[in-house]
């Protein structure tokens, strides 16, 4: 089974940044297609941020571009979302989710899609 392990958020003043971090956690992973960072506002529905390929080719948001930057470490199986600038509107829980994660256990491969736990982000004075 794999899961995503994310960290890194927290409470910041208008302004500031945070670098988020989510991590697909298992010993037999092979390959992932791409990872993306989505949020949830209270009351909102979730919605797309930041999506990056294995390749890295990264697309944004139009509401964080030139604030927010993806990028991955494949030999971590882990990406990471640089949030620069926030702004209160920002406010959500971020959810990393894995497309398409390839694990290979006793021979036997599977591959699924999955989604971390959540990290709060809150931006306020």
């Known amino acids: 089974q794999v899961q995503l392990v994310e960290s890194g958020g927290g409470l910041v003043q208008p302004g500031g940044s945070l670098r988020l971090s989510c991590t697909a956690a298992s010993g037999s992973i092979f390959s992932i297609d791409a990872m993306d960072w989505y949020r949830q506002a209270p009351g909102e529905r979730r919605e797309l941020v930041a999506a990056?390929?294995?390749?890295?080719?990264?697309t944004y948001a139009d509401s964080v571009k030139g604030r927010f930057t993806i990028s991955g470490d494949n030999a971590k199986n882990t990406v990471y979302l640089q949030m620069n600038s926030l702004k209160p509107e920002d406010t959500a829980v971020y959810y990393c989710?894995?497309?398409?994660?390839?694990?290979?256990?006793?021979?036997?491969?599977?591959?699924?899609?999955?989604w971390g736990q959540g990290t709060q982000v809150t931006v306020s004075s």
């Open positions: 990056i390929t294995s390749g890295g080719s990264a």
């Open positions: 989710y894995a497309h398409k994660v390839i694990s290979v256990v006793a021979g036997i491969r599977s591959s699924g899609d999955y």
